[in-house]
C-alpha cells in the first residue's frame, strides 16, 4: 500500500498507513460463492476501511466502498486499525490499537464479507486486550494469538527513548479462545520489547510459529506445551551495535516484519534500522540457522552521519544501496514472499511519523520496492538489479509504499484451517 505523508487526497488530511487484507483467502477454501476480489484496507491514523475492486481489472482497481470512522466507533468503540484478515465464515475481522480516544485497546472489528458492514467486535463484550496490533488464528487448535505495539497516542507522533523507560510499549502476547472469543493466557515475553509481526506455521496442524519483536530485536518461538496451554522462548537475537551520530548510544536491529515460506522450512525477517534483509532455515524451530543475508540500505552505510564504533556481527559498515542508478533510502521493511518461495519483495517504509524521524530521505524522495531472488534449496539471498519500483515518482508526488500482496496468494495474508 502506497500513501501519502499527510496528505491521502481530497477530502482527507491525515495518512492512510493502511495494511491491506483480502476479502476471502485460503481459510474459504472449497467455498465457490467466494471469490478474491476485493482488497480490505484499514487505516491506521484516519481509521477508515477502505474496501478496493481489484477483480475485474487488476490495473485499475476502483474504490468499492468506504466504511467511516464513525460507524466503526458507534458499534465497536475501537480505532485505530490495523491488520485485516479473513474467516472462513467469509467475515473479515480487522485489529485495532486503541479507542477513539487513542488509549490502547486490543480488540477486533468484524465486517460483513459481502456487504461489508460493520457487524460489530469479534471479541465478547469489555473483552478487549490492553493494547494491540497483529494476529493470527488456528481454529484446529482453537487458538488465537495477538500482538501488541502500543497506545496510538504513544507512537503516532514518533519514537521517543522515554516511553520505553515508562513502560508504554508492549510486551506481551495474548492467547485467545477462539470460539469463546475471550483472552484465556497472557504471555509475558523476555527480552520481547515490541512484538508485531505474528506467523503460526502454515500446515494447520502445527501448534507453533514465530513473533518478531522489534525494539528487542528478538526472534521469539510460541508452542503449545505438553500441559496444552502455550509457551514462549527465544530462538533468535540480533545483537545491538555501539554506535556514535545517532539517537542512542546502541542500535537495535529493529525486527519490523517476518514471513514464513510456504513449506514452512525457512523464517525472513528485516532489520529496519541495521538495513539487513534475513533468512533462516527452521527446519529445527528451536534452532534456527542462519542460510541468507542482504544488506538493503539502513542506517549504518558507509559515509552516513553513523559511525559503528562495535559490532559483534560485521567487520566494516556495509555499501550504500544504489538499483538502476538510485540510492536507497531507508531500510527493508515489509517483505512478501512468492508461493513458490523463489522470489521476496520488499518495501522500505515503516510509519510516516517514523519514517520523518529515522529516515528523512524518505519523505523527500519516497520509498522503493525491491525484488530478491531466493535459494530454496540450499538457502541464500540475490538481489535483482534489474527491479526497481520507485514510489518516488508518483503523478502527485513522492509516496509511501507499505504492505505487498498477491492475488493469487501470498504467505502472510492466507490461513489454511
Same mark, same amino acid.
Given at each position: 500500500?502506497?500513501?501519502?505523508?499527510?496528505?491521502?487526497?481530497?477530502?482527507?488530511?491525515?495518512?492512510?498507513? *493502511?495494511?491491506?487484507?483480502?476479502?476471502?483467502?485460503?481459510?474459504?477454501?472449497?467455498?465457490?460463492?467466494?471469490?478474491?476480489?476485493?482488497?480490505? %484496507?484499514?487505516?491506521?491514523?484516519?481509521?477508515?476501511?477502505?474496501? !478496493?475492486?481489484?477483480?475485474?481489472?487488476?490495473? *485499475?482497481?476502483?474504490?468499492?466502498? $468506504? /466504511?467511516?470512522?464513525?460507524?466503526?466507533?458507534?458499534?465497536?468503540?475501537?480505532?485505530?486499525?490495523?491488520?485485516?484478515?479473513?474467516?472462513?465464515?467469509?467475515?473479515?475481522?480487522?485489529?485495532?490499537?486503541?479507542?477513539?480516544?487513542?488509549?490502547?485497546?486490543?480488540?477486533?472489528?468484524?465486517?460483513?464479507?459481502?456487504?461489508?458492514? !460493520?457487524?460489530?467486535?469479534?471479541?465478547?463484550?469489555?473483552?478487549?486486550?490492553?493494547?494491540?496490533?497483529?494476529?493470527?488464528?488456528?481454529?484446529?487448535?482453537?487458538?488465537? /494469538?495477538?500482538?501488541e505495539w502500543a497506545a496510538p497516542n504513544v507512537l503516532r507522533d514518533g519514537f521517543n527513548p522515554a516511553d520505553v523507560e515508562a513502560g508504554l510499549y508492549g510486551s506481551h502476547l495474548y492467547v485467545w479462545d477462539w470460539q469463546r472469543h475471550?483472552?484465556?493466557?497472557?504471555?509475558? %515475553?523476555?527480552?520481547?520489547?515490541?512484538? +508485531?509481526?505474528?506467523?503460526?506455521?502454515?500446515?494447520?496442524?502445527?501448534?507453533?510459529?514465530?513473533?518478531?519483536?522489534?525494539?528487542?530485536?528478538?526472534?521469539?518461538?510460541?508452542?503449545?506445551?505438553?500441559? @496444552?496451554?502455550?509457551?514462549?522462548?527465544?530462538?533468535?537475537?540480533?545483537?545491538?551495535?555501539? !554506535?556514535?551520530?545517532? +539517537?542512542?548510544?546502541?542500535?537495535?536491529?529493529? /525486527?519490523?516484519?517476518?514471513?514464513?515460506?510456504?513449506?514452512?522450512?525457512?523464517?525472513?525477517?528485516?532489520?529496519?534500522?541495521?538495513?539487513?534483509?534475513?533468512?533462516?532455515?527452521?527446519?529445527?524451530?528451536?534452532?534456527?540457522?542462519?542460510?541468507?543475508?542482504?544488506? +538493503?540500505?539502513?542506517?549504518?552505510?558507509? @559515509?552516513?552521519?553513523?559511525q559503528v564504533l562495535e559490532d559483534e556481527e560485521l567487520k566494516s559498515q556495509p555499501e550504500p544501496l544504489v538499483v538502476k542508478g538510485k540510492r536507497v533510502a531507508g531500510g527493508p521493511q515489509m517483505i512478501q514472499l512468492s508461493l513458490d518461495?523463489?522470489?521476496?519483495? /520488499?518495501?522500505?517504509?515503516?510509519?510516516?511519523?517514523?519514517?520523518?524521524?529515522?529516515?528523512?530521505?524518505?519523505?523527500?524522495? @519516497?520509498? $522503493?520496492?525491491?525484488?530478491?531472488? $531466493?535459494?530454496? !534449496?540450499?538457502?541464500?539471498?540475490?538481489?535483482?538489479p534489474n527491479f526497481l519500483v520507485d514510489f518516488g515518482k508518483e503523478p502527485l508526488g513522492p509516496a509511501l509504499a507499505h504492505e505487498l500482496r498477491y492475488p493469487g496468494g501470498d504467505c502472510s495474508s492466507d490461513i489454511w484451517i
Amino acid at each position: 500500500m502506497a500513501t501519502k505523508c499527510g496528505n491521502c487526497g481530497p477530502g482527507y488530511s491525515t495518512p492512510l498507513e *493502511a495494511m491491506k487484507g483480502w476479502n476471502t483467502c485460503s481459510s474459504c477454501f472449497g467455498d465457490s460463492t467466494k471469490s478474491r476480489t476485493k482488497l480490505v %484496507l484499514p487505516s491506521l491514523i484516519s481509521s477508515r476501511i477502505y474496501v !478496493v475492486d481489484v477483480g475485474s481489472e487488476p490495473r *485499475a482497481p476502483k474504490l468499492h466502498k $468506504v /466504511i467511516e470512522p464513525k460507524d466503526i466507533h458507534a458499534k465497536c468503540e475501537l480505532a485505530f486499525l490495523h491488520t485485516s484478515h479473513c474467516l472462513a465464515s467469509g467475515e473479515v475481522m480487522i485489529s485495532s490499537l486503541g479507542d477513539v480516544k487513542g488509549n490502547g485497546k486490543g480488540g477486533f472489528v468484524l465486517l460483513d464479507g459481502e456487504t461489508f458492514e !460493520v457487524k460489530g467486535t469479534w471479541e465478547r463484550p469489555g473483552g478487549a486486550a490492553p493494547l494491540g496490533y497483529d494476529f493470527w488464528y488456528q481454529p484446529r487448535h482453537n487458538v488465537m /494469538i495477538s500482538t501488541e505495539w502500543a497506545a496510538p497516542n504513544v507512537l503516532r507522533d514518533g519514537f521517543n527513548p522515554a516511553d520505553v523507560e515508562a513502560g508504554l510499549y508492549g510486551s506481551h502476547l495474548y492467547v485467545w479462545d477462539w470460539q469463546r472469543h475471550e483472552i484465556v493466557q497472557t504471555l509475558s %515475553l523476555k527480552d520481547g520489547l515490541i512484538p +508485531l509481526e505474528i506467523r503460526f506455521l502454515h500446515n494447520p496442524d502445527a501448534a507453533q510459529g514465530f513473533v518478531g519483536c522489534a525494539l528487542s530485536s528478538t526472534i521469539q518461538r510460541f508452542y503449545k506445551n505438553e500441559g @496444552g496451554t502455550w509457551s514462549v522462548e527465544k530462538v533468535i537475537q540480533v545483537p545491538p551495535k555501539k !554506535v556514535k551520530g545517532w +539517537l542512542l548510544p546502541e542500535m537495535p536491529g529493529l /525486527i519490523t516484519d517476518i514471513l514464513l515460506s510456504l513449506d514452512d522450512r525457512f523464517l525472513y525477517f528485516s532489520n529496519w534500522l541495521h538495513g539487513d534483509l534475513r533468512q533462516y532455515d527452521i527446519s529445527d524451530p528451536q534452532r534456527p540457522r542462519l542460510t541468507g543475508q542482504l544488506f +538493503l540500505g539502513g542506517s549504518i552505510v558507509k @559515509g552516513g552521519p553513523v559511525q559503528v564504533l562495535e559490532d559483534e556481527e560485521l567487520k566494516s559498515q556495509p555499501e550504500p544501496l544504489v538499483v538502476k542508478g538510485k540510492r536507497v533510502a531507508g531500510g527493508p521493511q515489509m517483505i512478501q514472499l512468492s508461493l513458490d518461495g523463489k522470489r521476496l519483495y /520488499i518495501t522500505t517504509s515503516l510509519y510516516s511519523a517514523w519514517d520523518k524521524q529515522f529516515y528523512p530521505d524518505l519523505i523527500r524522495e @519516497g520509498s $522503493v520496492m525491491l525484488q530478491v531472488d $531466493v535459494d530454496t !534449496v540450499k538457502g541464500g539471498l540475490k538481489l535483482n538489479p534489474n527491479f526497481l519500483v520507485d514510489f518516488g515518482k508518483e503523478p502527485l508526488g513522492p509516496a509511501l509504499a507499505h504492505e505487498l500482496r498477491y492475488p493469487g496468494g501470498d504467505c502472510s495474508s492466507d490461513i489454511w484451517i
